[in-house]
């Protein structure tokens, strides 16, 4: 399949699996299914899910599971979207849930799951990050294509699959929420990334200090003595203007170079919008 339509078919997302489908809706026992092996989604809140349990016992579930059949055990189904429902229906008592019954691929299930998750907004990073790699790696979707079907920026994508670089235990204080995405960012590529995730947990910190704190630590390059004071109050101003590290390198003549320091996409990314407003 070629990747324009896998894009087509990823954009129409779960809406097109529902809408329209309400004569394919059925009952089925909550021991008959089982949760997907693709849901990117991991952690699951217990007081969330308490508190869905309890509107479901006094509405009900409003909003159908969408299954497929599954391929081990011909008598049980496995969640495609909807798993947090199906966790929350059994703590409310439930013994029939209504669903949608879709045959899908391997692939299917795999697209379908990571934009439930990502349109909801139910992932924390590192499961957003391992979503799209799962895409990427294994059903050919380039960053470009993901960003245009998710709605979401070039740069949110790379932002999140960089943070799979961090070291296991960083991960994991991502995924339980004791450090935000923002903190996470500005510790990678750092060799003390544990040690400064600590801090912030103990400390409090908050991502502007965690900028400042890897900026101090990061080698400075060593200033030339034949910078001349309006090179140097030159590379002061900028700095000052554009919150980062400034240098200012005279080549021959005229000639020069300017460069700018940045330690997160973050920070690059404001840098460019910047810029590319005051070329408008």
Do not use: C
Not at 28 to 46: D, E, H, T, V, W
């Amino acid at each position: 399949m070629s990747v324009g339509a896998q894009r087509n078919r990823l954009g129409r997302g779960l809406a097109s699996l529902i809408s329209g489908a309400a004569e394919d809706q059925r009952s089925l026992p909550l021991a008959s299914i089982k949760p997907g092996r693709f849901n990117p989604r991991r952690n699951f809140s217990q007081a969330q899910l308490d508190e869905l349990a309890a509107s479901i016992r006094e509405r009900g579930l409003v909003q159908p599971l969408v299954v497929r059949p599954s391929l081990s055990d011909a008598e049980s189904f496995e969640i495609v979207a909807g798993e947090r429902r199906w966790r929350a229906a059994q703590l409310a008592n439930l013994h029939q849930v209504p669903v949608i019954v879709r045959e899908l691929t391997d692939q299917e299930a795999v697209e379908l799951a990571i934009i439930e998750n990502v349109q909801r907004e139910d992932l924390n990073a590192i499961e957003e990050g391992e979503g799209y790699k799962l895409l990427m790696d294994g059903h050919g979707y380039t960053q470009e294509d993901l960003a245009k079907v998710i709605g979401k920026s070039r740069s949110h994508l790379a932002n999140m699959l960089r943070l799979l670089k961090l070291p296991h235990r960083v991960q994991e204080m991502v995924r339980s929420g004791q450090l935000s995405a923002g903190h996470a960012r500005a510790l990678i590529g750092r060799a003390d990334s544990e040690a400064l995730a600590l801090r912030i947990v103990n400390e409090g910190l908050t991502v502007r200090d965690i900028e400042a704190l890897t900026q101090e630590k990061s080698p400075k390059p060593k200033r030339s003595r034949s910078k001349d004071a309006d090179t140097r109050a030159a590379e002061a101003e900028l700095a000052e203007a554009l919150g980062l590290g400034v240098e200012i390198k005279k080549g021959k003549g005229e000639k020069g170079e300017l460069r700018i320091r940045y330690t997160t996409l973050d920070q690059l990314e404001d840098l460019r919008q910047r810029l590319l407003r005051r070329s408008r």
